[in-house]
């Protein structure tokens, strides 16, 4: 089993739907990043959180610590936001574990 | 402002032959510097990591070795290179201490065939 799972792995949606991306873990962090990473290749950072709730535009993360778990939300959905968004967990000497990641499709 | 530059954007090499990724960081000293790789169709795994000059933690057994010869400089290479080498190679830095964020560089697609 891996330490970081995030459901779905698939994800196709109409324009303008409300996305949430879903990421448990196993082991004990002292952080939890949101990446998103385009077709290209290119990896972006859109939220680091280690409690509560952040939101940024249209986006928006939250953790629980107790049980460990975080989902990011995509509200007003746009082709744009198509990607493959990636949970991933700090560990010791800032060391990232990644989950498998989400590929989000948003249809227009 | 920090910036994290990574070259080159895409590699095609031999088997056998060596490789040299490189990866600058500007406008941050000290910075923890940061190896990953993707295979295709994988989540991304850490390769190497340093915390300063000199300083290379390996995570993964491999055909690969990293070196840090500058504060801002993480060099990745290869003697001789696999076909399971090829992926997609990201470097990445972030501050000292576990709330500073990640900056990813745009990546290296290498493809050895």
């Known amino acids: 089993k891996n330490e970081v799972e995030q459901s779905p792995q698939n994800l196709t949606a109409q324009e303008g739907e409300f996305i949430t991306i879903n990421c448990s873990y196993s082991?004990?962090?002292?952080?939890l990043h949101w990446l998103q990473q385009h077709p290209g290749g290119g990896i972006v950072s859109l939220f680091m959180?280690?409690?509560g709730k952040k939101k940024h535009g249209r986006l928006i993360a939250t953790i629980n610590i107790q049980e460990k778990h975080s989902s990011l939300h995509i509200t007003a959905s746009h082709p744009r936001d198509s990607a493959v968004y990636i949970c991933a967990v700090v560990q010791g000497a800032q060391k990232l574990v990644f989950g498998q990641g989400t590929r989000l499709t948003i249809n227009p | 402002s920090q910036t994290i530059h990574q070259w080159p954007a895409t590699l095609v090499q031999p088997v056998g032959s060596p490789l040299s990724l490189e990866c600058t960081v500007e406008?941050?000293?000290?910075?923890?510097l940061y190896w990953y790789r993707q295979a295709a169709g994988r989540g991304l795994q850490l390769l190497f990591y340093?915390?300063?000059?000199?300083?290379i933690s390996s995570e993964v057994p491999q055909n690969l070795s990293a070196s840090r010869p500058q504060d801002r400089q993480f060099i990745l290479s290869s003697k001789k290179l696999l076909l399971s080498d090829s992926g997609f190679y990201l470097c990445?830095?972030?501050?000292?201490?576990?709330?500073?964020?990640?900056?990813f560089g745009s990546g290296t697609r290498l493809t050895v065939v």
């Open positions: 990445a830095w972030s501050g000292t201490g576990w709330n500073y964020g990640y900056t």
């Open positions: 959180l280690s409690s």
């Open positions: 082991v004990g962090i002292s952080a």
């Open positions: 340093s915390v300063g000059i000199g300083q």
């Open positions: 406008g941050t000293s000290n910075p923890n």
